[in-house]
């Protein structure tokens, strides 16, 4: 097993060196719903998590396990979990630590998903999320009370595309004993949470991670950072006795096995009850992704900062969205977070509102017009019609999303044929 800190080298070795059985090179797709136990006493001691093994698909699988290693080896973090969906991710990481009558301080700036989860489905659970402006990193505190169990945020939202003030809100958050979840999806090795605070990183995986558009899947990876038992009034959920696993306290029970009391207790508990399991396939398909990650995310900003930079010389459009065309505040947080590459996302705004944006996603030959990020291939979509037209015009506004705005998803072709494509939409536009 390789012991470099490279991400080229981990995306390739970390956490597997070949099958025990065949010594196939490639991680095989484990296709198996359960694993024979090799006595009685081995299948007492894996159920009582006297030791960490195979017992059932649903909970863990040796292709997910391959994948979880390595991803927890890129992000610096001690552990990880493959979850069905980016959705099932971002759910487990509140639901882990908060429960009915409990509170989430969570940013503005949020993925439509992400938004309806927290404002609706965890609200029906009793679960309140409070969300407040990252421009102002006091804002977390300031909605923090008693009942506060989590904070939750993305590293570069959309449409924004203005990095998150991480270490600041870490920062907040570790004084009341309050740990800082980030949503990294956009924004893969180009910049590592944990490096500045925060004590756990999901993924939707389905972005960047799978990178060809062909599985939907998630992550969780503990940075195995946060000391769960400094506050034990604050994280109940860790600290008093779970009565679905034998009055389990979570923070003390798994200790010979490391700092991983919180993606422990997600895989035992939630995955167990709720099932939103990673199909062994999906995991080998993730791990083909991420072997190339290295070299997709520095190309993928490549692409998108040569765009950005066409489309600010355009008569036509009236605003340019990158982090590298940010000014003030946002800039600063640009340079501060992303100095590595600013990611494969542009958005702009067309003076010609929603007409003009119809008409350009109408003209494009090479773009594919899709409700996803983070594939190889270049992609588009006019928000205002379509993933933002359930929203009334102001609720639109309030997310960032006005009737002319445009939002691109960079992808890995030559520059010259992407550049070639918006050039040609961008005039039909404006006919
Ligand atoms: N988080 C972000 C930032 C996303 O963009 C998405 C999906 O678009 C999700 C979470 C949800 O992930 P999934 O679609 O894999 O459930």
Redesign the pocket.
């Known amino acids: 097993m390789t012991t470099s800190k490279h991400p080229e080298t981990l995306a390739l070795h970390a956490g597997w060196r070949r099958d025990s059985a065949t010594n196939a090179v490639a991680v095989p797709i484990y296709q198996t719903t359960s694993y024979q136990f090799d006595s009685a006493e081995h299948a007492a001691n894996l159920f009582g998590l006297k030791e960490l093994g195979n017992i059932y698909t649903r909970i863990m699988n040796p292709t997910q396990d391959a994948l979880e290693q390595r991803l927890a080896a890129l992000e610096g973090g001690v552990a990880a979990l493959g979850l069905a969906?980016?959705?099932a991710a971002?759910a487990f990481c509140v639901q882990n630590l908060a429960r009915a009558g409990d509170n989430v301080v969570a940013s503005t700036d949020l993925?439509g998903?992400?938004w309806n989860l927290f404002a609706n489905t965890l609200k029906d659970q009793g679960i309140e999320v409070r969300f407040v402006d990252p421009e102002n990193p006091e804002a977390f505190a300031n909605a923090t009370d008693d009942k506060t169990r989590v904070y939750y945020a993305?590293t570069l939202p959309n449409p924004k595309l203005i990095p998150f003030p991480i270490a600041e809100v870490a920062a907040i958050g570790r004084k009341f004993g309050i740990p800082l979840v980030m949503?990294n999806?956009?924004a893969p090795l180009l910049v590592r949470p944990f490096d500045h605070g925060a004590a756990v990183v999901m993924y939707?995986t389905?972005?960047y991670i799978g990178g060809h558009g062909t599985s939907?899947?998630?992550a969780v990876i503990d940075g195995g950072n946060f000391d769960w038992e400094a506050n034990p009034a604050r994280q109940p959920a860790m600290n008093t006795p779970d009565p679905s696993y034998h009055g389990a306290v979570w923070s003390q029970a798994v200790k010979p096995l490391g700092p991983i009391a919180y993606i422990l207790k997600m895989r035992v508990t939630l995955l167990r009850d709720l099932g939103a399991a990673m199909a062994p396939f999906n995991a080998f398909l993730f791990l083909q992704g991420l072997e190339t990650l290295p070299l997709r995310m520095r190309e993928h900003s490549k692409n998108a900062r040569a765009v950005a930079d066409f489309l600010s010389g355009r008569k036509d459009v009236t605003r340019v969205i990158h982090p590298a065309h940010h000014k003030g505040w946002a800039a600063e947080r640009s340079a501060q977070y992303m100095p590595k590459g600013q990611g494969g996302l542009v958005g702009f705004e067309l003076a010609g509102g929603t007409e003009a944006g119809r008409k350009f996603i109408n003209a494009l030959k090479l773009f594919y017009h899709v409700a996803?990020?983070g594939d190889a291939r270049s992609l588009a979509i006019h928000p205002a019609s379509t993933t933002h037209s359930q929203l009334t015009e102001s609720e639109q506004a309030s997310t960032g999303v006005t009737p002319g705005y445009v939002r691109l998803s960079i992808g890995l072709e030559h520059i010259d044929d992407i550049l070639g494509d918006l050039s040609q939409a961008l005039d039909a536009a404006s006919r």
Do not use: M, P
Request: aromatic letters at 6%; a negative charge; hydrophobic letters at 15%.
């Open positions: 969906s980016g959705q971002s993925y998903g992400t993305e949503d999806t956009a939707s389905t972005k939907i899947g998630g996803n990020i």
